[in-house]
């Protein structure tokens, strides 16, 4: 049985993906790399620019506060992914 939940699990993934994208691409790029990915370019730019936020320690997790909600997170993704295409 792997060990986490499964928040905790697909954030440390979401977290590895920042980081490989940081570390194979330099920062004028990434927007590229995420439309190439499939992403609407609007989304693209937004995602680019909280990895970069998050990576220079401008946004992150704080506090003890947790928003529970029903919807998975790639289901929420592809619904924005739409509104945004």
């Given at each position: 049985m792997s060990g986490g939940s499964p928040?905790?699990?697909?954030?440390?993934?979401?977290?590895?993906?920042?980081?490989?994208?940081?570390?194979a691409i330099p920062r004028p790029g990434w927007t590229r790399a995420l439309v190439d990915g499939g992403l609407p370019?609007?989304?693209?730019?937004?995602?680019?620019?909280?990895?970069?936020?998050?990576?220079?320690?401008?946004?992150?997790?704080?506090g003890d506060r947790t928003v529970t909600c029903r919807t998975e997170l790639t289901e929420a993704l592809h619904r924005l992914a739409e509104d945004l295409a």
């Open positions: 928040t905790r699990t697909a954030n440390g993934r979401a977290k590895a993906a920042r980081e490989a994208l940081a570390d370019p609007r989304m693209a730019a937004e995602l680019a620019e909280l990895y970069d936020a998050e990576r220079r320690g401008l946004y992150g997790a704080r």
